[in-house]
């Protein structure tokens, strides 16, 4: 072989060791690469990156710390820099919630107390937006029932953030004649004072409508979170309950009409008319233990004692023991909780009654109508 052809051999192996060569060092940088941003399916839009909004009740206690630890979760899973929504004294979520669907989330998470889950929930029920939790109230009704953490906020995050999505039943309370609909309210004594008409219209004021995510109820229920403290709700949470419960042990029974569905007119006589999508409360209490979030049923709970202290010492041990399945059978009951189930709950009394839901006061009405919109709400859970 000439030498002109042992040249042209030795270029032709330089050229091959330098193309192997750089295909090593891209296989290395594109590994490097891999290893330093995230994961394609990751970085691919709209699916595993969707954009998250919080909607966040700002006089919360560190409210600014939990923001940045929020936008830093985000961060780190590589999604989108989230969208951040406080709330107003006129506002306390519902509009946030739907300029957050309007700018493109797909995500939105309730940060504060129940007030602001009700709301935030309202502005997201029938979108195809998940609603997340990161839970700051007293009570946590919603978050209980979800099995969220309550006080671990980085597992609340990684639920929030990286949770599988479920629908749940929403309720819809409306009160249907309050004191504004009675221009000449009778007494009871007076022979006139029948229950309202049956056939009264629903009320089209929207600030008549309330949505309800755990329990609304009329009664001694109501009158127990209209009387809690404040300051005690922020200094004990939820123990503060108790104690504004005890103030109305001895109050008088009502008087009301109930009727479940398209049943007849039923008379009653208890403490408490409660109207439940799912059952469970603070400090382990179980009130409604059949009721499930997404069965599309709402369950009621009529409560009554007698006897004073001893008829609520009954009813106390008759909650207690419900909660493991076992249902006390007790024909003369001086303290029970019977139990139902319907579609549409409508509810009439003689006296105006302050009516709750999910904790919160929403007025006082002679007559409502409760009613279940089935699998309306998604929501974030482990």
């Known amino acids: 072989m000439s030498w002109q052809g042992w040249v042209s051999l030795l270029a032709v192996l330089v050229a091959l060791v330098a193309v ?11 590994g490097l690469a891999r290893r330093t941003r995230a994961p394609e399916h990751v970085l691919a839009a709209g699916v595993d990156r969707p954009l998250v909004a919080f909607v966040a009740n700002p006089v919360k206690p560190g409210a600014a710390e939990l923001r940045e630890r929020a936008l830093q979760a985000c961060a780190d899973r590589y999604l989108p820099e989230p969208l951040w929504y406080e709330t107003t ?11 957050a669907l309007a700018d493109g989330a797909q ?45 671990d906020l980085d597992a609340q995050l ?66 127990m979170v209209a009387d809690a403290d404040e300051d005690l709700k922020a200094r004990v949470g939820w123990i503060a309950y108790f104690f504004a419960g005890i103030r109305h042990l ?33 400090g382990g209490i179980t009130l409604l233990p059949d009721a499930v979030l997404d ?50 709950v409508r509810v009439r009394s003689r006296d105006s009654q302050q009516v709750q839901v999910d904790g919160d006061i929403v007025g006082s009405a002679f007559e409502l109508e409760a009613r279940v919109d089935h699998r309306a709400l998604r929501v974030r859970v482990p």
């Open 89 to 99: 004294p006129d506002d306390p979520g519902v509009g946030q919630a739907r300029q």
């Open 20 to 30: 192997t060569i750089a295909v090593q060092n891209r296989r290395h940088l594109h």
């Open 295 to 344: 069965d599309g049923w709402l369950d009621v709970g009529a409560i009554d004692t007698r006897a004073g202290l001893l008829g609520w010492t009954q009813l106390f041990g008759e909650v207690v023991v419900q909660r493991f399945g076992v249902r006390a059978e007790l024909p003369a009951s001086i303290g029970h909780i019977d139990h139902a189930r319907a579609h549409v």
């Open 107 to 151: 995500v939105v998470v309730a940060v504060g107390g129940d007030g602001t889950v009700r709301a935030v929930a309202e502005g997201l029920t029938g979108s195809e937006a998940a609603m997340a939790l990161l839970p700051q109230g007293t009570g946590n009704l919603l978050a209980r029932n979800l099995d969220l953490p309550l006080s």
């Open 250 to 282: 001895h109050s008088r029974r009502m008087r009301v009409e109930a009727r479940l569905d398209d049943a007849d007119w039923y008379p009653l006589r208890l403490r408490s008319l409660l109207i439940g999508n799912c059952g469970r409360l603070p």
């Open 158 to 223: 990684r639920v929030a953030l990286g949770g599988h999505d479920r629908a749940i039943d929403v309720g819809w309370l409306t009160v249907l004649r309050d004191e504004r609909d009675i221009s000449d309210p009778v007494s009871e004594s007076d022979p006139r004072a029948a229950a309202p008409d049956a056939t009264a219209p629903e009320a089209e004021d929207p600030s008549r409508r309330h949505i309800f995510l755990v329990i609304g109820g009329i009664g001694f229920d109501a009158a």
